[in-house]
């Protein structure tokens, strides 16, 4: 059974900062591309920021450029995501996404809230 869990999130003032984690087990993890996606109310799902299996490519979200850094322990089985100057806008539950084998799969979210 794949599954993804997701941790990190909480209540955190603007400018600050938060590390959101992804732990995975079910699928070979190494061979996985894994994504962070968010979605705030009343928006559609946006992906935020991709690594692939190695670590070596990474791929953001203009609005998250320079600010969010993602990365990833193989040894772990686990796919972090380093979010530092955090703004209101940034409010949304994140979600954890492993790409395998022509199989996706999700986690149930981990939310932050950026307020003051």
């Known amino acids: 059974q794949v599954q993804l869990v997701e941790s990190g999130g909480g209540l955190v003032q603007p400018g600050g900062s938060l590390r959101l984690s992804c732990a995975v087990s079910?699928?070979?993890?190494?061979?996985?591309?894994m994504r962070w996606y968010r979605q705030a109310q009343g928006k559609e799902r946006e992906l935020v920021a991709a690594v692939s299996q190695l670590g070596r490519l990474t791929n953001y979200a203009d609005s998250v450029k320079g600010r969010f850094t993602i990365s990833r322990d193989n040894a772990k089985n686990t796919v972090y995501l380093q979010m530092n100057s955090l703004k209101p806008e940034d409010t949304a539950w994140y979600y954890c996404?492993?790409?395998?084998?022509?199989?996706?799969?999700w986690g149930r979210g981990t939310q932050v809230t950026v307020s003051s």
């Open positions: 996404n492993a790409l395998r084998g022509g199989g996706s799969y």
């Open positions: 079910g699928i070979t993890f190494s061979d996985s591309a």
